[in-house]
């Protein structure tokens, strides 16, 4: 603590109270400061024999206007006593037991604590300092408490130092030390008060220790408060057991996660958790830390899986800190992005094959089953799916996609259904959630469902008829709620046949088909999808979007597309980096796109006579507009995107008939 009196004072002090232990000194000094006192009190301001602590007191006590032979106690109002008290009861608590010990080595004494403005709080032994009494020095004249806490250190006070004279008369010396906070502020004073006979120079260190006991109990009771606070305050669950696997004490986040009020001192961990953890295994003092899944045993008898970790402590027992699944996976799917971006309005086209699809999705999303999406790669299938989980009841859940295709064979099923620690060689430490898991209360994607093994085939058969995922190396079965929406590019029906996908699956799979039409049987979606990209990437590269020149619209629009949206998105991000100016020009088009449209017409193809009269009519009204795309559509009263397929269909190029050909 902190102490202001100098070493040579102390010193000086000190020997000055040793040397009272001879009583004529004592006498001597009495009568010294009697006569000084006398004096004070007549105004004089020399008072030689006086310490000057003392002296410069008397004289503050007598500028005061303090009246030294009256005496009497002044109080503060029973009310604000309450408030004192009520405020200061840590320091009261605390500093009780410290002066009832005190008390017992001055059975004759009288101890008090005062607060900073030198308000009683409590006393024992003698009667002497009321509760509530005044002790500073402006209201009491120099005192041994009111000088400790205008000083700020361990002072002493004799009988004569006293300012008035019922304090003087008492015959008892004081020593008075200050006590204070973790900041080192001043928070009140302890007064010791004994007969002049069993006061000697220990006396002031016994105070001054007193004190100092009760300011340090304050700084470890704050400490131990604020980590108090932090472990209850903490977002996971904290554990503290004993050498024999007993609950030393729970923090709040703990008490909550088992429902329990109460701390549950004493009661052995195992009987909180089911049996499945082997914790001899576990709370093993070799490892510094070690993870596991373990279920606690909530009081309806329901279980709460939760994934725990167990440092051993030095001293003892065990620090086990829990958290349970549910919020491991939410902070998974935080840090993966588990989130459906796109909904039925990012889904570009008007073509009847695209709305026809966009009605059964629609449907889809209005119902729980099991969706199974068909379509070319690139086709929209993913997109499709998003858009089914945003518009359905689970929006707000996860969305998890997983290409089963892409994941090695050895890994799908603990992809899937996850894996408990030891389940195999490379397996995580404390075991690891799969996709399953993660899409608990959400929507799980399997994209290219048609290269899922054989083996995690007849484990997923098991999640989608049970609804629950049993980790791979794990006894007992975890309940999910997923809704599986599941996407091919393959024949499955023919895969079935072939032996590569099993039967039951493609059933389970199959209660909701989604067909997605490939990009070249909606050609008329192109344009339309064209705008949508342009405008998308010239945001991204914050420019205008460029035009697309009739002639490089007709070579998109007369395309196979084998790689359908995706190829599409490709060619015109390509076509915006390349593009010189406003307009993307042919040349702006992959070449090969270029080459492969010219042929890509009815070359061989019979034409019906109706087919021939309607590639004629176009071609005529080519020649009166002069190539002119806009005016042909007009006049033959169809819409652009449909002449862009029957051009294609017909294998006529508008810039044939523009002048200069
Ligand atoms: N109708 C559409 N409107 C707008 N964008 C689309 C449309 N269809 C597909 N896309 C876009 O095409 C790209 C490919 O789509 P997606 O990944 O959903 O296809 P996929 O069929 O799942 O492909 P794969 O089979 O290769 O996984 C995406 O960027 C998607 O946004």
Not at 123 to 139: H, I, K, N, Q, Y
Request: glycine letters at 8%; one cysteine or more; aromatic letters at 4%.
């Amino acid at each position: 603590m902190q102490e202001k009196v100098a070493p040579s004072e102390l010193t000086r002090e000190l020997q000055f109270v040793s040397e009272l232990q001879r009583s004529s000194v004592a006498e001597g000094v009495q009568r010294e400061l009697d006569a000084a006192w006398t004096d004070c009190l007549a105004g004089a301001t020399e008072l030689v024999p006086v310490r000057p602590v003392i002296r410069a007191s008397w004289l503050r006590s007598r500028a005061a206007g303090i009246v030294a032979e009256e005496f009497h106690y002044e109080f503060v109002e029973s009310q604000e006593l309450a408030r004192r008290l009520q405020r200061q009861r840590e320091l009261l608590d605390i500093a009780a037991p410290v002066m009832a010990e005190l008390l017992r080595y001055n059975p004759d004494g009288h101890l008090n604590l005062a607060d900073a403005e030198g308000v009683t709080l409590a006393a024992c032994g003698l009667d002497l300092t009321p509760l509530g009494s005044r002790l500073l020095e402006s209201v009491q004249g120099t005192n041994c408490t009111g000088l400790a806490l205008r000083e700020q250190r361990l002072v002493f006070v004799l009988a004569g130092e006293n300012f008035k004279r019922g304090l003087r008369e008492r015959r008892m010396h004081c020593a008075s030390a200050p006590v204070r906070d973790t900041q080192g502020r001043l928070l009140g004073a302890l007064t010791l008060t004994a007969a002049v006979g069993n006061f000697h120079c220990h006396t002031l260190g016994t105070v001054q220790a007193a004190a100092d006991a009760i300011s340090r109990q304050l700084a470890l009771t704050a400490l131990l408060d604020e980590q108090q606070r932090v472990l209850e305050v903490l977002n996971e669950g904290v554990i503290l057991l004993d050498d024999d696997r007993c609950i030393r004490s729970l923090n709040g986040y703990a008490r909550r996660l088992l429902q329990l009020d109460d701390p549950q001192r004493g009661r052995p961990f195992a009987s909180l958790i089911t049996q499945d953890t082997d914790l001899d295994l576990w709370l093993d003092r070799r490892w510094e830390r070690q993870d596991r899944d373990l279920t606690l045993l909530l009081p309806d008898g329901s279980g709460l899986p939760c994934l725990a970790s167990a440092a051993p402590i030095a001293q003892g027992g065990w620090v086990l800190s829990l958290r349970e699944n549910r919020r491991i996976r939410e902070i998974t799917r935080q840090l993966l992005g588990t989130r459906a971006r796109y909904s039925f309005n990012d889904i570009q086209g008007r073509s009847p094959a695209l709305q026809n699809a966009l009605r059964v999705a629609q449907a889809a999303s209005h119902s729980e089953a099991t969706v199974l999406v068909l379509g070319e790669s690139g086709v929209g299938k993913e997109l499709f799916a998003q858009a089914i989980h945003n518009a359905s009841v689970r929006r707000h859940g996860p969305f998890v996609a997983v290409n089963c295709g892409a994941i090695p064979r050895d890994l799908v099923q603990s992809e899937l259904f996850g894996h408990v620690e030891g389940a195999f060689t490379g397996a995580a430490r404390g075991g690891a959630a799969g996709k399953f898991e993660l899409a608990d209360g959400g929507t799980l994607f399997l994209d290219e469902i048609g290269d899922m093994p054989l083996e995690a085939q007849a484990s997923l058969l098991r999640v989608l008829q049970e609804g629950e995922v049993t980790r791979i190396g794990a006894k007992k079965a975890q309940a999910v709620d997923v809704r599986v929406i599941a996407a091919t590019h393959r024949d499955l029906a023919q895969a079935v046949t072939g032996g590569s996908f099993r039967g039951d699956v493609f059933y389970r799979l199959n209660v909701l088909p989604l067909q997605v039409p490939p990009l070249r049987e909606r050609r008329e979606d192109i344009p339309l999808l064209v705008a949508t990209l342009l405008k998308a990437l010239s945001r991204h590269l914050e420019r205008p979007p460029p035009a697309i020149a009739d002639e490089a619209l007709t070579l998109l629009l007369a395309h196979s597309w084998p790689g359908n949206v995706r190829e599409l998105e490709n060619v015109i991000e390509r076509a915006v980096n390349l593009a010189q100016g406003p307009l993307i020009q042919p040349g702006d088009l992959p070449p090969s796109l270029v080459a492969n449209t010219l042929s890509t017409d009815t070359e061989g193809e019979r034409l019906t006579p109706l087919e021939t009269g309607q590639r004629d009519l176009i071609r005529a009204t080519l020649q009166q507009t002069r190539g002119n795309l806009r005016q042909t559509a007009t006049r033959l009263g169809i819409s652009r995107a449909g002449l862009y397929v029957k051009l294609r269909r017909y294998a006529l190029n508008p810039a044939d008939f523009r002048p200069g050909r």
